[in-house]
């Protein structure tokens, strides 16, 4: 396995730890939460737009085709 490839799936598999640990916090009420003061639903987003970037990249790194605009570049 190339060193992108490992990590891209590192990166990939990290977002999507922190995209449930953050669902799961959302979940809990607010006085059991782990981290009261920090803002879990905005934590969640991040994590999945990153997990989106990532997955992206390694439809990138297997095909071995990059992504194209509709516009072509």
Do not use: C, D
């Amino acid at each position: 396995m190339s060193p992108n490839l490992v990590t891209t799936l590192s990166i990939l598999a990290a977002a999507l730890v922190v995209a449930g640990l953050a669902n799961w916090q959302l979940r809990r009420p607010v006085s059991g939460r782990f981290l009261p003061f920090l803002p879990w639903l905005g934590v969640q987003f991040l994590a999945a737009l990153i997990a989106i970037v990532m997955l992206g990249h390694l439809v990138t790194l297997l095909t071995g085709q990059e992504f194209k605009s509709r516009y072509g570049y």
